[in-house]
């Protein structure tokens, strides 16, 4: 049974399951006591939506168990926050995607969030651009870079189609032409320079957001992640969180909300660098680490990361259109399908909700229906075979052959040095006894400049020529099998045969110890072919009778059964 309380002129909607404790209520500006919402006819607990605020709030409760409520009892207080919910570029790309995500935040009212959102759009990548052309254009061309215009225009005119103050944005505008002349002067971009440029999109997209927020009438507040917690290393472009960033954000979240409940907006992918004291970002992608890395330091009941597509896909829908969404995915296999180069998961921003335990969710802010994926610890995965299939191109490989291999001891350790001394990750390794093949992170080398990345490869094989011989092998691509391992033999029955039909030569391939990803090397230019035909044959197809299968179809989620 529902019912209507009127508090200091605040309509209160009461649902039958929650009774507030009195502090909480207090905070917002109730003043009630669970003896009354007992007359109300609330025997257990209560949800008390402030319909001023246009939320509920399922703040701290207290079970009544006893027929009596006395002023002894204690209301033990509840965590205020319950989920992070995060929206990317795609969804907060104009003043229209705002307002529905807005909408969208409020058609929640049990939840009480922390928002995170990305640059509008496309400006990231703009203001790389602009970056770029400021070192070469000498500084009275400054102002006329072109994507500076778009991202002036974008932004002047997403507030004025909000209605919002244009002094939200105008002095950040302002102070981001002035970095492009101070590069053009300078000639020159530097990591820490672009990760400043950069921060701008992220600082723009949540003070708008915010703004229009408050102009509906939920009381929301604007924070740049850089100062209120979020500590990382000072690689610049590229940089990890640390430990201390948890509980600060933890202190300051909840500090704010007991001194003055409002929703948090908060800038995704932004940091700071604990020595430099510079603003950081977390890699491209980042702000679904920022929502991870929120969700383990409140302890929340889940995040929400909200994209343009119906969850994670069965492949990218840009290679395979046909892509299906996956329900259900554990936290190992999300990591592995976003580390393998999945666009559509930060591949760091696993870890955080791993740690934290706390379940994630990958919905559609352009179709809410849809139900998304949920990646949890753990699923049933006695009946799954396949559930996506991953590419990441542009990939380099390296051969090593030494002849001394055989019975020589640390040769591993030697190639594996190397690659620590000059900061380069290794994806996929493969070992004999006289040679070993791996695949070299693209993201960590893409992260330089292309002449950087030469000398650095280059470096690589001379060092590694002191030791072996090297064949340095470009333009490849890994095709990641992420699925049940334990049906290993079946997936590679299955994808050789595909692989066979279309005459393509695997150059490598890796199990690794995950259990849940299988990696096969093929040039670059036959990838997508191959993606392609191996999700058709795992996932649409029904006509696998050489592999002796009696399900009616195998793939995402389905049964498989083996022929014994
Ligand atoms: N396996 C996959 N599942 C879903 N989307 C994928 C997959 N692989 C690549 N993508 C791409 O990722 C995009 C969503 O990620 P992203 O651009 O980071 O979204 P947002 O900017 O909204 O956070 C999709 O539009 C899709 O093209
Ligand atoms: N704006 C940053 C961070 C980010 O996470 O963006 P998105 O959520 O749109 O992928 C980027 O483009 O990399």
Avoid at 192 to 211: H, M, N, P, Q, W
Avoid at 277 to 301: P, Y
């Amino acid at each position: 049974m529902a019912a209507s309380l009127h508090f200091h002129g605040v309509k209160a909607a009461v649902t039958p399951k929650f009774i507030p404790s009195k502090p909480s209520l207090k905070n917002l500006g109730f003043n009630c006591c669970p003896q009354q919402l007992q007359l109300m006819g609330c025997k257990s607990m209560a949800i008390v939506k402030n319909t001023k605020m246009n939320h509920s709030f399922t703040v701290n409760c207290l079970k009544v168990e006893e027929e009596r409520y006395t002023q002894q009892s204690s209301f033990e207080e509840q965590k205020t926050f319950t989920v992070v919910m995060k929206f990317g570029g795609s969804s907060v790309s104009s003043a229209e995607r705002m307002k529905e995500v807005a909408q969208l935040i409020l058609s929640f009212p049990d939840e009480i969030p922390v928002v995170v959102l990305s640059a509008m759009g496309k400006t990231t990548n703009n203001l790389l651009n602009a970056g770029e052309k400021a070192v070469s254009c000498g500084a009275s061309k400054a102002s006329d870079i072109p994507e500076l215009s778009l991202i002036k225009d974008l932004h002047y005119r997403t507030v004025a189609e909000l209605g919002i103050d244009v002094s939200v944005v105008s002095s950040h505008l302002e102070e981001l032409e002035q970095l492009l002349k101070g590069i053009a002067m300078m000639k020159e971009l530097t990591l820490r320079t672009k990760d400043y440029l950069v921060s701008f999109g992220e600082c723009l997209s949540t003070r708008i957001f915010a703004a229009y927020m408050n102009k509906i009438g939920a009381k929301a507040r604007q924070y740049d992640a850089f100062d209120i917690g979020f500590i990382t290393t000072d690689d610049f472009t590229n940089a990890d969180i640390l430990e201390a960033t948890y509980p600060a954000l933890a202190k300051r979240f909840n500090d704010d909300w007991a001194a003055d409940p409002a929703i948090p907006i908060v800038t995704g992918f932004l940091g700071k660098g604990c020595k430099s004291c510079a603003i950081t970002t977390l890699g491209r992608g980042g702000s679904d680490l920022t929502a991870t890395t929120i969700g383990k330091a409140l302890g929340l009941r889940e995040i929400q990361v909200w994209k343009d597509v119906d969850g994670v896909l069965t492949c990218d829908p840009t290679i395979y259109p046909q892509a299906q969404p996956v329900p259900y995915l554990t936290f190992d296999e999300a990591a592995e399908l976003a580390y393998f180069g999945a666009q559509v998961l930060h591949p760091q921003s696993m870890r955080p909700a791993r740690e934290g335990d706390v379940p994630v969710r990958v919905k559609n802010s352009y179709n809410p229906k849809a139900p998304g994926t949920l990646i949890n610890r753990a699923r049933d995965m006695s009946e799954v075979l396949l559930t996506s299939i991953v590419l990441k191109r542009n990939v380099t490989m390296l051969d090593i052959v030494s002849t001394r291999m055989l019975g020589q001891f640390g040769f591993l350790a030697k190639v594996f040095s190397i690659f620590e001394d000059l900061g380069i990750s290794v994806d996929v390794v493969a070992t004999s006894e006289v040679s070993i093949s791996l695949t070299l992170d693209p993201s960590k080398l893409w992260s330089r400049e292309l002449i950087q990345q030469a000398r650095e490869l280059d470096r690589v094989v001379e060092e590694l020529e002191n030791i072996a011989v090297v064949n340095l092998l470009q333009n490849r691509s890994i095709i990641s099998l992420i699925g049940n391992v334990q049906y290993s033999s079946l997936i590679l029955e299955k994808a050789f045969h595909v692989l066979r039909t279309n005459n393509v030569n695997v150059q490598m391939i890796s199990q690794g110890a995950s259990k849940v990803n299988i990696s096969l090397i093929v040039n670059d230019d036959e990838a997508e072919k191959c993606v392609k035909a191996l999700h058709y044959a795992f996932f649409e197809s029904n006509d696998v009778p050489e592999l002796h299968l009696s399900a009616a179809t195998i793939g995402n989620g389905s049964v498989v059964r083996l022929d014994n």
